[in-house]
Structures are given as C-alpha cells and as structure tokens.
C-alpha cells in the first residue's frame, strides 16, 4: 500500500520535522510513504469571505497537481467521521482488501479546504471538532496511521 500525506504549508519547527522523521522511519516497514508540502498562501488579518475563497482555492490547485486519479482520498476535516483507532485501522485494511493500492490524506492549510478539494474526497476523516495546527496534525496523523499498521498487524500498541 501506498501512503501519501498530502499538507498545505511547510513545517518549521524542528521537535514537529523530528516526530514526521521518526513517524516514516516506523511505517516503512508497513508501507510505501510519501508526504508531500504545497506551498500555503499568505493571509491577511481581516480577510473577506471572497478573499478567503480565492486563498483557499489556489491552495487547492496545487493539492490537485498530486492527486492521482486512482487514488483514495481522504480529507482531514473538522465536520468529517470520527473513528477511533481499531475503526480507522480497519478502514485503512478493508481499502487494502479490496485493491486500494493508494491512500491519499490531505490536510488544509490555516483557512481549511476549499470545496472542491472536499468534493473530491472518499472519505472525510475528523480527529476532532477542535482545530489543530496544520504542523501538528501530520504528526497525529501519521501516529494514527502507524497505529493502525500496528492493529492490523496483531502488533502491541499501548491504548
């Protein structure tokens, strides 16, 4: 199985580049990882709707650049289904089964997804209704997405 990890905006503190490192390091031995940065886009402090939207949207044509078309699409999104570990293990193990070879989860950038990055989604995914930093999200995500290679695997995993 291929995982990619599709994020709007860069990572800039070292202890968040260290637990993405350790992250792939572990799911190496799972699957084929790849996380890929798009490039955020400056905002400004008070920010229409319609200049959000526009933000929103050039981020989303860079997203679109490394969706393949065969790909599963998983959005991270506040309104999204929340699964615990076991479920989103299964999820990531029933795709395999049935011949996902391709798994693609997209984080937003500080305004979120535009819709059309939404509409193009299989599957929405929320961590939480709270919003979390962008950086930090890749490290719960990819922690989650180790968890789960290690549940499918009958692998120990504390709970």
Do not use: W
């Amino acid at each position: 199985m291929k995982i990619t990890v599709l994020a709007v905006g860069k990572i800039k503190e070292k202890f968040y580049i260290d637990a993405v490192q350790e992250y792939a390091k572990r799911l190496s031995r799972y699957c084929k990882l790849e996380i890929i940065q798009v490039a955020d886009e400056k905002t400004a402090e008070n920010c229409t709707e319609t200049e959000i939207d526009i933000i929103k949207k050039k981020e989303a044509d860079r997203i679109f650049k490394y969706i393949p078309e065969q790909a599963y699409v998983v959005t991270l999104e506040i309104l999204g289904k929340q699964l615990d570990s076991v479920e989103m293990a299964d999820k990531i193990n029933q795709l395999g089964i049935g011949g996902t070879s391709h798994i693609v989860f997209i984080i937003g950038g500080s305004l979120g997804l535009h819709q059309s990055v939404s509409d193009r989604s299989d599957f929405k995914l929320s961590f939480s209704k709270m919003t979390f930093p962008h950086q930090l999200m890749r490290v719960v995500l990819l922690e989650q997405i180790y968890r789960s290679y290690r549940i499918i695997n009958n692998e120990p995993y504390h709970k």
